[in-house]
């Protein structure tokens, strides 16, 4: 993805974060979605492959999200939604005229899909800001192959330590 496109998501996951009034981590990601005038709502579903969809075209739009995940994949599930949101992505598959639905399942982690990239990227910049990273880590040696450091920033942005290890790559490496 380009650095301006980089770029332009920041701005918009910043201006997210301004209009829900977060100014340090864990970002409270179903606040996040309600100042994007999403509503979020929790259901098992069958399959671990579906992680949830964005219900776009209705009064609202909804961000459905499976209960039986872990706690930190829901939280990069509904940003990864808002991301669709407010990128204007269109929906891969319709339900009914009037509803777009944008699944996250295996597919938007394989980055073939430009509008799966961008939500992915958009989902990092607003769970895990590079103004917040940068505050907290200056003085922090990070070593990859000792997960202390990595598992603790982490905890404190309530994301995985996968998830806070590849930010962190990407960002400062």
Known sequence: ?????????????????????????????????????AKVLFAPYEGDDLAGMLINGGDQPIIAVNSAH????????????????VLGHSGESHIDRTFEVIRRDAKSSLATDISEVEANQYAAELLMPLKFL???????????????????LAKRYGVSAQAMAYRIANLFM
């Open 70 to 85: 872990h706690k930190h994949r829901q939280r990069f599930t509904i940003a990864h939604e808002c991301g669709h949101l």
């Open 1 to 37: 993805m380009a650095d301006s496109r980089v770029k332009h998501i920041r701005l918009m996951a910043n201006d997210a974060l301004r209009r829900a009034n977060c100014d340090s981590p864990p970002v409270p990601i179903e606040e996040v979605a309600r100042s994007l005038g």
């Open 134 to 152: 940068v505050r907290d880590l200056p003085g922090i040696r990070i070593d990859f192959e000792s997960d202390e450091k990595v598992a603790s």
